[in-house]
């Protein structure tokens, strides 16, 4: 499956944006799909991710309550929704997907969960 996110841009502090990741390739409701950022110098990191169904979702604790994750399986696309973004959101973000299915915030952090992933978007944030 070939994975293209969108949607990003700048945005000042208290914004919000929303991130498109579309798929095409393969039956996209047969992979749960993540989120992950990486600014500059740091490692890549998790950020969000969602089931098959879209029944499960999970967040990492510094986009909890900001962030929405959500996808429409008809569309073939998953989005992340951010509100309240901060200037320690700015990065690109990678969305992924995972041919199993994700069951547990354990599995759903880890990248090598992920089998296929897209190119990035960038987001910046300013303050």
């Known amino acids: 499956v070939q994975l293209q996110a969108f949607g990003g841009g700048l945005v000042q502090a208290g914004g919000s944006l929303r991130l498109s990741c579309a798929a095409s390739g393969g039956t996209f409701s047969n992979y749960a799909t993540g989120w992950f950022r990486q600014a500059p110098g740091k490692e890549r990191a998790f950020v969000a991710a969602i089931s098959r169904s879209g029944v499960r979702t999970y967040y990492a604790d510094s986009v909890k309550g900001r962030f929405t994750i959500s996808r429409d399986n008809a569309k073939n696309t998953v989005y992340l929704q951010m509100n309240s973004l901060r200037a320690e959101d700015t990065a690109q973000y990678y969305c992924?997907?995972?041919?199993?299915?994700?069951?547990?915030?354990?599995?759903?952090?880890?990248?090598?969960?992920?089998?296929?992933w897209g190119q990035g978007t960038q987001v910046t944030v300013s303050s």
């Open positions: 992924a997907a995972a041919k199993s299915d994700i069951y547990s915030i354990g599995s759903a952090y880890l990248g090598r969960t992920y089998d296929y």
